[in-house]
Structure formats: C-alpha cells, structure tokens
C-alpha cells in the first residue's frame, strides 16, 4: 500500500490545502488518539519495549508529544516539500540513534494509514479520494526521508570506522593514537564525552586522553569529588553489591554497555553528574592484551539512550576494540600519566616554553672533551625545568616535532657561537624515532641547517631505535640522507632493550651508546656483570666499525672502568652535570687545562681494578688450552697489584685474597677453587668501589 514512489508536486500547495484545512480539526483528535493507542500496542511486546523501557516517565512523555506533532505535520497545509524532507530525516535519525527499527516504522504507518482513511468515510467520495492521495504520499515520502536518516547514520559509522583505521596506521605514538580515535568518535551524532583510562595507584582509573564538548568537565567533576572515581577490585562484588559498566568491562574484558544511563541502578553514584552534563547512555570497551587480559578502557557517553544497543552497533564496538587494541599494542604503553599533566606539557611545547642544557661527552683514554650533548628541558611558569623522562610520553607526533625544530635551531645557533670562540667540539641532538622518515622532520632539518653557519659535520643525531620506526624502505632512504649531508649517526641506550646491535648490521650508525640504566647498576649489587656486559657490547661495536659512549657514569671509578673495557667516551655525573650554553665554554676551559689521561693497564680506582680484573681473567680462560703459558701469564704483573701497590698497599686482606687466586690460577680457570678464589676478589673490589663511589 506504500510502496509507490510518491511525486511531491501533486501533495503539497494551493491546490491541496482547502482539502487538508477542512480536515485539520477532526484529523487532531484521531492523532492524538492513534499515538496513545500505538505506543500502548508497543508496550505489549516485548522487542519494543526493550527500546522504550530506556525512558523514564517524563520522556516517555515527551516522546509520544513529539510523535503526534510529527503526524499532525503530515496533515499541515501550508507544509512544503523541503521543510517535509527536512523534518522527517531529522526524526530518522533520532530513530536510528535510539535504536527504533525501520520496520516498526513501516507498520506504524500503515496503521495510521488506516486510521486517517477509516476518518475519511463520512467525505464525499470524490473529496474522500482526493485526501487519501495526498495523505499515502505524504506518509511514504516521509518514510523515505526518514529512511534517508537512517541511511546517514549508518554512512557516519562506516566514517567514523575508517577515520579510526586511518589514526591506527598513521600515529606515531600511543596518545597520537588515543586522541585520533577519541576524535573520530566524537563526531558521531550525540556522543558528548569519550576517553582513555588506564590503571593508576589505588586501584582507580586514570583518564589519559578525552574529546567530546563534556568530556573535560566529565573529568574535572569526578577530580572535584562530585562522582566516585573508578575502581577496579581483583574479585566480583559480592551478595547485594553493584559493579558499574566501567569495572564490569575492565574486569570481564568485555564490551559492556549502559543502555539507560540514569536508570541503571549500577551508575546510581553518577547518575546527578549523568543527568547535569546530559548522558542517556555509555559504554565501556576494554582494550586487550595478548593474553586477552584489559590494559586501558576506552569509554563513550551519549545523549541517546539505547545508542550502544542499536542494530548493528555491537558489531561496530567490536570492530573498535580489537582496531584499537592492537594499534596501542605496537606503541606500547609506558606508565600511566593524568590527562590534565599531557595538557599542560603539550601547551608549555606549544608555548615555546622550552630550553637546551647541554652535557660534556669526554675521551676516556685522554680527558679530552669530544662533543656535548643537548638535553631538551620544557620551563613551568615559575622557571622550574621538567626533564624528558617526564614530558617526553606526553607529547604526541606535532609535539615532538615542535620540540625537534626548537632543539635543533638552538644547537646550531650555539654551535656557532662556540666555533666563533675557538672551541672545536661537535653537539649531539636526540631525534624523536617518529622522526626516522617522517617527512615533516625531514623538512624541519634541511630547513634548519639552510639557515645554520655551522660545520654540518659536526652535528650528531641520536636516534632510539623503537617500534616507532617507519618501515624498512622509508628509514634507510631518510639515514642516508642524513649521512650524505655528512652528520653523524649515533644508535640511543644500546643495552635499554629498546635498541639491538643487531639492527646496526642495517643501519649506518657511526656510534652507540650503552644506557645509563645498565651502568648505575654497576653501583649496586654486580658491578662485575655490568662491566662484563660493557666490553661485551663494545666488542661487538667496534668490530662493526661504531665507536662507543657509556653513560651514567657518575663516579671515578665507573669512569675508569669503562675506560678500561675498550670505550672510547663516556657521559655522566661524575664528568658534569648539564648545563647551560652560558657555561660551556668556561668548563671546556677548565677541563682542558685539568685534562687527565686515562692508562687502563694501572688504574686508580677499585672498580677500574675490578675491570682490569675481568679482563685479566678473560685472558686466563684463553690460555687454558696451553697450560705451559699459564705460569708466565699468572706471575706477570696484573691490574689488581698495580692498583694495589699504587692505591692501598696496606690493604692486607685484598691481597691475601689476590694472592690465593693466582696461586690457584696455575693450575688453570676450570677448577672450583679457582671459581671460589675469584668470586672473593671480585666481591672484595666491588666493595672497594662502593665505599669509594659518592652516596654509598
């Protein structure tokens, strides 16, 4: 009965309104009749009212008024066609939003068909005809338009899915990730806050990133105590106790939805806060690890109830959480940091408010200063730094790129400032890995350098190897460039299990550097094993053909140390602190004038014996096939009695134990007393060290 096509010119206008006039009043009463009996007939099953039992009272109310002014436009005479189509797309998208199905439409209509025609039959049959006409094209054009509403709704998913699918390829790093997608899903139709939370201190989740035009003040409210934070309970409520979708879905890791935000008894907590910023519904979808364990939680408000349960909406949930999930598992995900510290970090970058503190790198076989190392440093309001290790995961790709262009404009202009005054040392600057063949970086740099009077030469770029790189193809082209302009490449904290030297067989890096981490270690319980570990890593270095900087190192001893393991430079606390570019010079100077000579076959310090040590006993384990070379090795003179006689020569009890080890060592490296004997000097070294080493 409605399936003709309905042709506007004929039902709307002059020639129709006398008809639709006469018709209003009795017309009314029939509609406001029809809507009381329809949405009556709605409740009885149990499909629909599933969908209407998401309305309180009130709305209910308000719904079944807004449905008898629609109806009654129907039969309004001085309606157009384009004010017609407009309306009723408009109610289709409501419809579709709600979750109403297009085919309790379709039957609505036809019993509201059949009710205007039963109202029809005391008219002339001509005019009777006349009405009927004009009444079913109406009804069908307006099922149109509103199936044209229904149409876009499910287009602006589809959007929304492939703008995520393009923030999962295309970001650089995770809160690039999470601000994309959080986006994307903002701008579909009445979502008003959505964001990211992960597991904080307490229990209680963390928002880390938010969009949506309530989504700030969502947050500010439960950090103002207005509604209780989230919190995660390792077990289910018990007898009586209510869980909230959030911790459900965190703890089920599963898609759990809140259909009726302000009904839900388990959302009582929130439901004053729900009501004022306006959510009729949420949703929670946690973010999977490998083992299907939840690590983060992405949560969706929405001002439509039932908006989460609508045809097809599952599925498209769905579809998010495993985009996501997998996205922000090859980022990886660090510690967890509060949005509003992102915010406040990323406005100081793009504020400009940052500054360059620079570190001298040295020789460690001559003292000599080879180069220094910029350290970006963001500025608070009151002049206090914030260090990278703070600010660093929170900036996401433009962040980084502004800090980038800053850094290197700052360095090249120091640079030159301090070849203008004679001083011959090269400045090392970190790039960001979603720098490595990112075009934008690129540009940033020829840009730099085009306007910089420097030695190109002398400029280093450090580079954390991550999963942040962009394929093969794209970072080779980009390393090569650089190489060719003739900068240095310089692989970041080799040993931080971030980098491998494997990757240096592939990539042109002219230098690595051994993490920090790794070497404070040596102040701690095994200083043997790190050491081990440095020469281990510079062996294979050098035979690749990149020198090798150590850093952290925060003491003489560690200096020396790694001096004798074969580095060939070294950074840290026990060389200088950073320090401003005002300065450098001046302590170029003094160390220039105080330059000291490192001589790894007579060290000064325990741990550079200790060192010595190990490489003393390295040597001994190769003889071991030729016992008759032994004896010479053994009575030679060794690094732990040069450092003896030098150092402690009263230090009885180091010898007695030196002593025991090389009487044992004769008889070669395999025995178990030799193993004994050298545990005690290493341990004993050890102890030397940290006595020595400030703040032990």
């Known amino acids: 009965m409605l399936a003709a096509q309905a042709s506007p010119e004929e039902i709307y206008g002059p020639s129709v309104a006398p008809l639709l006039l006469a018709l209003q009043r009795p017309a009314t009463a029939v509609t ?27 709305e209910f109310a308000r719904l079944e008024s807004a449905q008898t002014r629609h109806l009654l436009m129907l039969l309004d005479p001085l309606l157009d066609a384009e004010a017609h189509r407009t309306q009723a797309q408009s109610v289709g998208r409501v419809h579709a939003l709600v979750g109403v199905d297009m085919m309790w439409l379709i039957d609505a209509y036809k019993l509201y068909q059949q009710t205007l025609h039963d109202a029809l039959r005391d008219l002339p049959r001509q005019e009777q005809l006349q009405l009927q006409h004009v009444l079913d094209r109406r009804l069908l054009l307006d099922l149109q338009a509103q199936s044209a509403g229904y149409q876009q709704i499910e287009e602006e998913l589809s959007c929304a899915l492939a703008s995520i699918q393009q923030a999962a390829m295309m970001a650089r790093s995770t809160i690039d990730l999470y601000q994309g997608v959080l986006k994307a899903l903002c701008g579909l139709d009445g979502v008003l806050a959505a964001n990211v939370a992960r597991l904080g201190t307490r229990g209680l989740l963390e928002i880390e990133a938010l969009d949506g035009p309530l989504a700030q003040a969502h947050a500010n409210a439960i950090r ?283 990539m042109p890096f002219d230098e690595v550097k051994i993490d920090q981490g790794l070497v404070r ?104 096939p030729w016992p008759e070379m032994v004896e010479d090795f053994v009575r030679a003179p060794c690094r732990v009695q040069r450092y003896i006689d030098s150092q402690d020569p009263d230090n009885a009890e180091l010898k007695r134990l030196l002593d025991k080890n090389h009487a044992v060592a004769l008889g070669g490296s395999s025995g178990r007393m030799y193993r004994l004997t050298r545990r005690d000097v290493i341990q004993a070294l050890a102890e030397l060290g940290r006595r020595a080493a400030p703040g032990a």
Not at 548 to 561: D, M, Q, S
């Open 521 to 624: 270690r040596a102040a701690q319980r095994h200083p043997h094993r790190a050491f081990g570990f440095i020469y281990f890593l510079t062996q294979l270095a050098h035979e690749l053909g990149a020198s090798v900087t150590v850093e952290g190192l925060e003491n003489p001893g560690l200096i020396e140390a790694a001096a004798v393991m074969g580095a060939d430079c070294g950074r840290g606390f026990g060389i200088a602190r950073p320090m401003p570019a005002a300065e450098v010079a001046d302590w170029a100077r003094r160390a220039q004038e105080a330059q000291e000579a490192t001589d790894p076959l007579h060290p000064r310090t325990a741990w550079g014996a200790l060192a010595g040590y190990l490489l003393w006993d390295r040597q001994l384990k190769a003889l071991d």
């Open 32 to 58: 406001q009749t029809f809507a009381q009996r329809f949405y009556g007939s709605l409740m009885q099953a149990s499909e629909t009212r599933s969908v209407l039992g998401l309305l309180g009272r009130a």
């Open 224 to 506: 103002a105590g207005e509604a209780p934070p989230v919190r995660i309970t390792r077990d289910a409520p018990g007898a009586g106790e209510t869980e909230g979708a959030a911790a459900r879905a965190w703890r089920s890791a599963q898609v759990t939805a809140s259909d009726a935000y302000l009904l839900a008894p388990e959302a009582e907590p929130w439901h004053e806060l729900g009501m004022r910023l306006g959510f009729r519904s949420s949703v929670a979808i946690p973010l999977l690890d490998e083992t299907g364990q939840t690590f983060a939680l992405l949560s969706l408000y929405s001002r439509w109830p039932g908006f989460f349960r609508a045809r097809g909406r599952h599925l498209f949930l769905q579809h998010v959480q495993q985009t996501i999930g997998l996205a922000a598992l090859r980022h990886g995900q660090g510690h967890v940091i509060a949005h509003e510290l992102r915010q406040r970090y990323r406005a100081l970058v793009t504020a400009r408010r940052m500054a360059l503190l620079y570190q001298p790198i040295i020789d460690l076989k001559t003292g000599a200063l080879r180069k220094v190392e910029a350290l970006g440093r963001l500025v608070e309001e009151d002049g206090s730094l914030v260090s990278p290790g703070e600010f660093l995961p929170t900036l996401g790709n433009q962040d980084l790129l502004r800090l980038f262009e800053f850094g290197m404009e700052q360095a090249c202009r120091d640079l030159a400032d301090w070849h203008a005054a004679g001083l011959r040392f090269s400045v090392s600057l970190n790039l960001p890995p979603q720098g490595v063949g990112e075009p934008a970086f690129h540009e940033a740099l020829l840009h730099t350098l085009r306007h910089a009077c420097i030695d190109i030469r002398m400029l280093e770029l450090e580079i954390l190897e991550s999963q942040e790189f962009k394929p093969a193809a794209d970072r080779d082209q980009f390393l090569h460039e650089l190489k060719m302009l003739g900068i240095r490449l310089v692989q970041d904290d080799l040993g931080s299990g971030h980098s491998s030297l494997l990757r240096m067989d592939s």
